[in-house]
Nanobody, 122 residues
């Protein structure tokens, strides 16, 4: 089994910064893509940013230039540096990883963390 545990959420004022972390643990052979999604009340979950093993990130238009995703492959960890936070960034942020757990196959499965709350006050 694989577990993803997020940390770093909290309450911040508009214009402030937060750094989210997500650590993957368990039976891990390889992790392909890792990423962050968010869901605000009454809205669908949306991709914030994801990153491949080579460190190439992909961002939602709404966060480009403000958020930076990075990862530490040796630690199975992905980070999300969030700067210039806006009220509309408030949501539950969840970590995602595509993980291979068996040596005998090339199958990758999707795993999700339970989420961390980000609240932005105006």
């Amino acid at each position: 089994q694989v577990q993803l545990v997020e940390s770093g959420g909290g309450l911040v004022q508009t214009g402030g910064s937060l750094r989210l972390s997500c650590v993957a643990s368990g039976t891990i052979v390889d992790i392909k893509d890792m990423g962050w999604y968010r869901q605000a009340p009454g809205k669908q979950r949306e991709l914030v940013a994801d990153i491949n093993k080579d460190g190439i990130g992909n961002y939602a238009d709404s966060v480009k230039g403000r958020f930076t995703i990075s990862r530490d492959n040796a630690r199975n960890t992905v980070y999300l540096q969030m700067n210039s936070l806006k009220f509309e960034d408030a949501a539950v942020y969840s970590c995602h990883a595509a993980v291979r757990t068996l040596y005998l196959t090339m199958l990758y499965r999707d795993y999700w963390g339970r989420g961390t709350q980000v609240t932005v006050s105006e």
